[in-house]
């Protein structure tokens, strides 16, 4: 099993090196500082926490709090930080496919192959 744990860290170390690794930390960092986005974001949040705990009690949320809502979601997907951000982890999000997908045909391989490996 150990041995396993050491490719996976390899992995990880691997993938950390990676263009789309890099673009998603740095789109990250930018959007975190962007005061006016993370106030933003900050209160998504608090209005998307309050939702919830509304419904949990079978309440509707004030439609202020709806309108609200809505035009801060529409003002922060307008935002270049935050476009930027999306773009990366998509691109990420695609790169971590291809790896499991890696992953699943070398546990194919693994599976048709006759060879037994001692831990």
Same mark, same amino acid.
């Given at each position: 099993m150990d041995l396993i744990w050491e490719k996976a860290?390899?992995?990880g170390r691997l993938v950390a090196q990676t263009d789309e690794y890099q673009a998603l930390k740095r789109a990250n960092e930018r959007l975190a500082d962007d005061r006016e986005a993370v106030t933003r974001l900050n209160?998504?949040?608090?209005?998307? !926490?309050?939702?919830?705990?509304s419904i949990q009690h079978g309440v509707e949320p004030p439609q202020e709090e709806q309108d609200e809502y809505e035009r801060l979601a529409l003002e922060v997907q307008g935002l270049a930080g935050y476009q930027a951000l999306i773009a990366a982890?998509?691109?990420?999000?695609?790169?971590?496919?291809?790896?499991?997908?890696?992953? !699943?045909?070398?546990v194919e391989m693994g599976q048709q192959s006759r060879?037994?490996?001692t831990s």
């Open positions: 860290r390899d992995i209160r998504l949040q608090e209005l998307e !926490a309050g939702f919830t705990r982890q998509s691109n990420f999000e695609r790169l971590m496919m291809r790896v499991q997908e890696e992953i !699943a045909k070398g060879i037994i490996l």
